[in-house]
């Protein structure tokens, strides 16, 4: 038996839990999704300061990542794309790994080789996004297959967008799910928007959901903004993967708050009130309804909680910002598992044209 | 044929068959008849010449003869078709000369594509038939596209759009339905479930419920026929296209069929498909069910019968024999057709 | 005359086609209301409208496949790919099709479409919105492959590209997209294909470049001159096809050849330019020819600036060409 399988044996969830969100882990939840939302803001302020090079906003899908994550175990394999911050976060990857990699110096675990928000955090089981929409939805679905072979009891779970659906690899990938019926959660977050087409114009189909039916498995819409449906509904899609019933796609409706990322204008595109009307449902205000009604947050608490995170943010991003650029050889690594003599002789070359080490 | 094997009848009474098939019925049958017979005939030939080795290559669409024809009789000569593997004989009863189409596949000289593809790869653009690719399920898109352009200059034609089981699950289909669906273009999507992506058999290629359970994914409608029945395909793209002409937009028909030959003249279907397949699809037979029918009603009797088999065949062997007298493309059209002219090649400067 | 940046150049050079014919109609994502995300499209919708100026699902394939379709029954298609390294899902379409139709119909139905793509490094895009592979598509048979490196001969490309009869990808060297403005002819301005453009005349070596090398070999040049190094810069426009009567000539006048692109060495558009020169220059060569590219790496984001040739790399590479023989 592989070590993820002792694992997840081992792992209470094999016993089978009732899928509600426990209530205890409520304010948990909250913290992640403030700790999100202000890394948001300070991060869009960075970039138009140039201290980092490019952003893309998550606000609005707090509670949509928050409750996947809470709903995914630490052996199961995420599969992201490059707005899932909070998920890796929840995940238990260091906010200063966060900004190392948003920085791109020499700590970042990718070596500063991707744009930020393209995290690759293998501990964390937290597969390296790519730019080019949707690829990474096949790739769950090979993992997933991986995980049937070695009868691992754990499951995949790809995040994606409204706009990839349109993409070959989600085709690709449900389909290849559906007919080997792979362990595999397809969790589409819906914010309305791919850049600037509104999801009425991607798809003519009523819900995205509905497209798992061309592939023969159940699709699912839920309200991404609540973030106990959104855990609710992953853990019965994980609980249906591990029990053989294949895959589950998962529309969370969302709306993206903020622009595409920080090279883009929505207001080229959108009314701002119908953003307006979206923000009247703020996942985060929504959750504080419930935790102030329920008198396990006040507002003195809730404060509390968000000059915490705001301290976390600033201590993580003044560590990253510390830290130098990689080192001019680490362009030549990691190519292939060797260096080549090719590579070693441009690697030589680069070296004497910008100094650094020779490793 | 054996008119006396238990082939599935076609249930259908003379008032049926005329709303199926419009008020001129009988002429269109005698006319679907033929061509089918004829369809038939030439893949006989096609590969008892490619075992004999006369040539490299052939792809039968035996089982398929009914929706090839409908779609050939039922569309009109403003509609175009972007082909899957299997339609040649859509381009023949849209007016693609059977001689012009066996240069094609011998390659020679007479063939307008100069031998350049394989066999059973025919351009026909005066029969609106556009040229086919080897790679599954490019043209769907492109049929989109096509469509899009006729919209755009105010035609009236329909496009329609042919691949296989297989191809539902190409990038293509998912970008050509979803194109067509978001721009509501004038497209019949028609999915030649023959049930075998060579040895793949369709429950393998998708877990949908069918492919044209499919359709709702792009806010389509999605129809499943039995595209054995001469009667019913033909109703149906009639349909089809008389809606997409009207503005109605797109729609996925999935027309169920059965392989009856192997995949091409490199397959053996032994190798893969379960006892007792061939026979079920002989009782599927859609040139003997409708022959069977035919019969049934007096409307092909048996010196007709006679005729036209033998019509068909003289018919294909002058097709083959004119082919086989053809030289080979001049070798100089190798280099020609890469570019609009010859000079126009990467090292224009140097011409 | 009008002094634009390069891409309001492609701007200008698409709403010109645009009016000239009916037939020329854009598609892509982002391309109508927000005017593509580099603004290249800007107020075209507008212009033109949505029939022509067509916003589509996020499907790479799915606009070159429709643009195809279109092309067959004889619209002009531009298609935008939002940047050359999201080319993929549709290199399908482009290499099996596109480049082919003409051919395997033995004429009768030609395809022409127009692709446009940014493309290149320069603006910290990391892997993704950074490469330079117009080598895949120089070594597809049946495409042709224009790159400006001025707003002219964006303009001027671009309008030649939209009426040529074949199909064409053309990439726009995105570093520059605003960092280099110029004078640009109004109205029908078009710059045939396959004649390089002489950026700068010099007899000591020649330096090949497209894109966004450009402006960086010209600036070696000026390094060099100070140092009493002639350097000819040639533009090569179009990779396909070659104005290869221009390169020779200019070696056989120089005797040194330095090649500068972004792309990685290995199977680059250099080592095509290093092979024709070696077979139908070579007793003109006094030195090695030398290329100086992107790394045989992946694009990489911190250290761009190491990845991507620079001036100084340029003006070295001509030294020791200059210094060899
Ligand atoms: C293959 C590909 N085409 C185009 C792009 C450019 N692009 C980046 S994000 C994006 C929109 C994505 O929309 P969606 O899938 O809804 O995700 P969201 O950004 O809303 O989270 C586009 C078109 C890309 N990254 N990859
Ligand atoms: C992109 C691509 N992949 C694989 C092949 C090889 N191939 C040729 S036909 C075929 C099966 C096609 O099945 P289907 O779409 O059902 O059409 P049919 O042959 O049954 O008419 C395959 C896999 C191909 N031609 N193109
Ligand atoms: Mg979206
Ligand atoms: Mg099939």
């Given at each position: 038996?592989?070590?993820?399988?002792?694992?997840?044996?081992?792992?209470?969830?094999?016993?089978?839990?009732?899928?509600?969100?426990?209530?205890?882990?409520?304010?948990?939840?909250?913290?992640?999704?403030?700790?999100?939302?202000?890394?948001?803001?300070?991060?869009?302020?960075?970039?138009?300061?140039?201290?980092?090079?490019?952003?893309?906003?998550?606000?609005?899908?707090?509670?949509?990542?928050?409750?996947?994550?809470?709903?995914?175990?630490?052996?199961?394999?995420?599969?992201?794309?490059?707005?899932?911050?909070?998920?890796?976060?929840?995940?238990?990857?260091?906010?200063?790994?966060?900004?190392?990699?948003?920085?791109?110096?020499?700590?970042?675990?990718?070596?500063?080789?991707?744009?930020?928000?393209?995290?690759?955090?293998?501990?964390?089981?937290?597969?390296?996004?790519?730019?080019?929409?949707?690829?990474?939805?096949?790739?769950?679905?090979?993992?997933?297959?991986?995980?049937?072979?070695?009868?691992?009891?754990?499951?995949?779970?790809?995040?994606?967008?409204?706009?990839?659906?349109?993409?070959?690899?989600?085709?690709?990938?449900?389909?290849?799910?559906?007919?080997?019926?792979?362990?595999?959660?397809?969790?589409?977050?819906?914010?309305?928007?791919?850049?600037?087409?509104?999801?009425?114009?991607?798809?003519?189909?009523?819900?995205?959901?509905?497209?798992?039916?061309?592939?023969?498995?159940?699709?699912?819409?839920?309200?991404?903004?609540?973030?106990?449906?959104?855990?609710?509904?992953?853990?019965?899609?994980?609980?249906?993967?591990?029990?053989?019933?294949?895959?589950?796609?998962?529309?969370?409706?969302?709306?993206?708050?903020?622009?595409?990322?920080?090279?883009?204008?929505?207001?080229?595109?959108?009314?701002?009130?119908?953003?307006?009307?979206?923000?009247?449902?703020?996942?985060?205000?929504?959750?504080?309804?419930?935790?102030?009604?329920?008198?396990?947050?006040?507002?003195?608490?809730?404060?509390?909680?968000?000059?915490?995170?705001?301290?976390?943010?600033?201590?993580?991003?003044?560590?990253?910002?510390?830290?130098?650029?990689?080192?001019?050889?680490?362009?030549?690594?990691?190519?292939?598992?060797?260096?080549?003599?090719?590579?070693?002789?441009?690697?030589?070359?680069?070296?004497?044209?910008?100094?650094?080490?020779?490793? | 044929?054996?008119?006396?094997?238990?082939?599935e009848p076609l249930s259908y009474t003379p008032e049926e068959a005329a709303a199926a098939l419009g008020p001129e019925w009988t002429a269109t049958l005698e006319k679907a008849y033929r061509w089918m017979a004829l369809g038939r005939?030439?893949?006989?030939?096609?590969?008892?010449?490619?075992?004999?080795?006369?040539?490299?290559?052939?792809?039968?669409?035996?089982?398929q003869e009914a929706v090839n024809v409908a779609a050939g009789l039922a569309s009109t000569s403003d509609d175009w078709v972007?082909?899957?593997?299997?339609e040649?004989l859509v381009a023949l009863v849209r007016g693609l000369?059977?001689?012009?189409?066996?240069?094609?596949?011998?390659?020679?000289?007479?063939?307008?594509?100069?031998?350049?593809?394989?066999?059973?790869?025919?351009?026909?653009?005066?029969a609106h038939y556009?040229?086919?690719?080897?790679?599954?399920?490019?043209?769907?898109?492109?049929?989109?596209?096509?469509?899009?352009?006729l919209?755009?200059?105010?035609e009236r034609g329909v496009v329609l759009a042919f691949?296989?089981?297989?191809?539902?699950?190409?990038?293509?289909?998912?970008?050509?339905?979803?194109?067509?669906?978001?721009?509501?273009?004038p497209v019949v999507f028609c999915c030649a479930?023959?049930?075998?992506?060579?040895?793949?058999?369709?429950?393998?290629?998708?877990?949908?419920?069918?492919?044209?359970?499919?359709?709702?994914?792009?806010?389509?409608e999605?129809r499943q026929l039995d595209g054995t029945d001469f009667f019913a395909v033909y109703r149906e793209l009639s349909m089809a296209l008389r809606s997409a002409r009207a503005g109605g937009g797109p729609v996925l028909l999935e027309l169920r069929t059965?392989?009856?030959?192997?995949?091409?003249?490199?397959?053996?279907?032994?190798?893969?498909?379960?006892?007792?397949?061939?026979?079920?699809?002989?009782?599927?037979d859609p040139v003997a069910r409708l022959e069977a029918w035919m019969q049934a009603h007096d409307l092909l009797p048996?010196?007709r019968r006679?005729?036209i088999?033998?019509?068909?065949?003289?018919?294909?062997?002058?097709?083959?024999?004119?082919?086989?007298?053809?030289?080979?493309?001049?070798?100089?059209?190798?280099?020609?057709?890469?570019?609009?002219?010859?000079?126009?090649?990467?090292?224009?400067?140097?011409? | 005359?009008?002094?634009?940046?390069?891409?309001?150049?492609?701007?200008?050079?698409?709403?010109?086609?645009?009016?000239?014919?009916?037939?020329?109609?854009?598609?892509?994502?982002?391309?109508?209301?927000?005017?593509?995300?580099?603004?290249?499209?800007?107020?075209?919708?507008?212009?033109?409208?949505?029939?022509?100026?067509?916003?589509?699902?996020?499907?790479?394939?799915?606009?070159?496949?429709?643009?195809?379709?279109?092309?067959?029954?004889?619209?002009?298609?531009?298609?935008?790919?939002?940047?050359?390294?999201?080319?993929?899902?549709?290199?399908?379409?482009?290499?099996?099709?596109?480049?082919?139709?003409?051919?395997?119909?033995?004429?009768?139905?030609?395809?022409?479409?127009?692709?446009?793509?940014?493309?290149?490094?320069?603006?910290?895009?990391?892997?993704?919105?950074?490469?330079?592979?117009?080598?895949?598509?120089?070594?597809?048979?049946?495409?042709?492959?224009?790159?400006?490196?001025?707003?002219?001969?964006?303009?001027?490309?671009?309008?030649?590209?939209?009426?040529?009869?074949?199909?064409?990808?053309?990439?726009?060297?995105?570093?520059?997209?605003?960092?280099?403005?110029?004078?640009?002819?109004?109205?029908?301005?078009?710059?045939?294909?396959?004649?390089?453009?002489?950026?700068?005349?010099?007899?000591?070596?020649?330096?090949?470049?497209?894109?966004?090398?450009?402006?960086?070999?010209?600036?070696?040049?000026?390094?060099?001159?100070?140092?009493?190094?002639?350097?000819?810069?040639?533009?090569?426009?179009?990779?396909?096809?070659?104005?290869?009567?221009?390169?020779?000539?200019?070696?056989?006048?120089?005797?040194?050849?330095?090649?500068?692109?972004?792309?990685?060495?290995?199977?680059?558009?250099?080592?095509?330019?290093?092979?024709?020169?070696?077979?139908?220059?070579?007793?003109?060569?006094?030195?090695?020819?030398?290329?100086?590219?992107?790394?045989?790496?992946?694009?990489?984001?911190?250290?761009?600036?190491?990845?991507?040739?620079?001036?100084?790399?340029?003006?070295?590479?001509?030294?020791?060409?200059?210094?060899?023989?």
């Open positions: 038996m592989t070590e993820a399988a002792h694992a997840a044996r081992s792992h209470e969830t094999s016993r089978s839990p009732s899928a509600e969100f426990p209530k205890g882990r409520r304010l948990e939840a909250y913290r992640w999704m403030v700790l999100a939302r202000v890394m948001d803001e300070r991060c869009l302020s960075l970039q138009r300061q140039g201290r980092i090079g490019f952003y893309a906003p998550l606000s609005g899908q707090e509670a949509a990542q928050v409750g996947a994550a809470f709903a995914m175990q630490p052996e199961d394999w995420i599969f992201p794309a490059y707005r899932e911050v909070a998920v890796a976060l929840v995940r238990g990857v260091p906010l200063r790994s966060v900004f190392d990699q948003l920085v791109g110096n020499a700590s970042d675990r990718s070596k500063g080789r991707q744009m930020p928000n393209h995290f690759a955090f293998s501990e964390i089981r937290f597969v390296s996004a790519s730019s080019p929409i949707g690829t990474q939805i096949t790739q769950a679905v090979g993992a997933s297959m991986a995980i049937q072979r070695r009868k691992d009891r754990i499951a995949t779970i790809a995040f994606f967008g409204d706009g990839a659906t349109s993409s070959n690899d989600f085709h690709a990938g449900l389909n290849f799910a559906g007919v080997f019926r792979t362990p595999t959660i397809f969790f589409c977050q819906n914010n309305q928007w791919a850049i600037s087409l509104p999801r009425e114009r991607q798809t003519r189909s009523a819900t995205l959901a509905e497209k798992a039916a061309a592939y023969g498995f159940p699709g699912v819409v839920v309200d991404g903004n609540d973030v106990a449906a959104v855990y609710r509904t992953v853990r019965e899609a994980r609980e249906r993967a591990l029990a053989g019933d294949g895959p589950t796609l998962i529309e969370a409706q969302v709306y993206r708050f903020g622009p595409h990322s920080t090279s883009d204008d929505p207001r080229r595109y959108r009314e701002d009130s119908q953003v307006q009307a979206a923000r009247q449902r703020d996942p985060i205000a929504l959750l504080k309804a419930t935790l102030v009604q329920d008198r396990v947050l006040d507002e003195a608490a809730d404060s509390k909680i968000w000059e915490e995170a705001r301290a976390e943010v600033a201590e993580a991003l003044a560590g990253a910002e510390k830290e130098p650029l990689p080192d001019v050889a680490s362009v030549f690594e990691d190519v292939f598992a060797a260096l080549t003599p090719r590579l070693e002789e441009q690697r030589d070359e680069a070296l004497g044209m910008h100094g650094g080490h020779r490793p | 044929m054996n008119p006396d094997s238990a082939v005939a030439f893949d006989a030939r096609m590969q008892g010449l490619q075992r004999q080795g006369r040539i490299g290559f052939y792809g039968a669409a035996t089982g972007f082909p899957g593997l299997r040649q000369p059977l001689e012009e189409y066996a240069h094609s596949i011998f390659g020679d000289a007479l063939d307008p594509a100069r031998g350049r593809q394989m066999p059973c790869h025919p351009t026909a653009r005066p556009v040229s086919m690719s080897s790679v599954i399920g490019t043209q769907i898109s492109q049929a989109v596209g096509f469509a899009y352009a919209r755009h200059r105010r691949f296989g089981d297989g191809a539902t699950s190409s990038n293509d289909f998912h970008a050509g339905l979803n194109f067509a669906a978001v721009f509501d273009l479930n023959n049930q075998w992506a060579i040895s793949v058999p369709a429950e393998r290629q998708t877990a949908a419920a069918s492919f044209a359970a499919k359709a709702p994914a792009y806010g389509l999605g059965y392989r009856l030959t192997p995949h091409s003249s490199s397959d053996d279907p032994r190798r893969y498909q379960p006892a007792g397949w061939a026979e079920e699809g002989a009782r599927r048996a010196d006679a005729k088999a033998a019509a068909a065949d003289t018919t294909v062997r002058a097709a083959v024999r004119a082919a086989e007298a053809a030289p080979p493309p001049a070798p100089e059209t190798l280099t020609e057709d890469v570019y609009a002219s010859r000079s126009s090649g990467p090292a224009e400067g140097t011409e | 005359m009008t002094e634009l940046t390069l891409v309001q150049a492609v701007n200008r050079g698409l709403q010109e086609a645009m009016r000239q014919d009916p037939d020329v109609l854009i598609l892509g994502e982002d391309v109508g209301v927000n005017g593509g995300v580099f603004r290249a499209t800007e107020g075209l919708q507008k212009e033109f409208g949505p029939g022509r100026v067509i916003d589509t699902p996020l499907s790479e394939t799915g606009i070159v496949g429709t643009a195809i379709g279109m092309a067959l029954y004889g619209l002009k298609p531009v298609a935008e790919i939002q940047f050359l390294d999201f080319i993929y899902p549709a290199f399908d379409q482009i290499v099996s099709e596109l480049a082919k139709f003409r051919y395997r119909s033995g004429g009768q139905f030609p395809c022409h479409v127009v692709v446009r793509a940014p493309y290149g490094g320069g603006i910290k895009g990391g892997l993704y919105h950074s490469q330079s592979t117009e080598a895949y598509f120089a070594h597809t048979a049946g495409l042709k492959v224009a790159i400006p490196s001025t707003p002219a001969d964006a303009k001027g490309l671009l309008l030649t590209a939209v009426h040529d009869e074949d199909p064409v990808i053309f990439l726009e060297p995105k570093r520059i997209y605003r960092a280099v403005t110029g004078e640009v002819p109004d109205g029908d301005h078009r710059v045939p294909f396959g004649k390089a453009r002489l950026v700068r005349e010099g007899s000591d070596v020649s330096i090949f470049a497209y894109g966004a090398m450009v402006p960086t070999a010209t600036d070696a040049a000026a390094t060099l001159a100070l140092e009493g190094i002639s350097a000819e810069i040639i533009d090569l426009r179009t990779l396909v096809p070659l104005d290869e009567r221009a390169v020779i000539a200019s070696v056989e006048k120089t005797g040194r050849a330095v090649i500068v692109h972004e792309a990685a060495r290995f199977c680059g558009f250099g080592g095509e330019l290093a092979a024709i020169l070696a077979e139908k220059a070579f007793y003109s060569l006094k030195a090695p020819i030398a290329r100086v590219t992107g790394y045989d790496t992946p694009f990489p984001y911190s250290l761009e600036h190491v990845y991507l040739p620079n001036t100084d790399r340029v003006a070295q590479a001509a030294r020791t060409t200059v210094r060899a023989g």
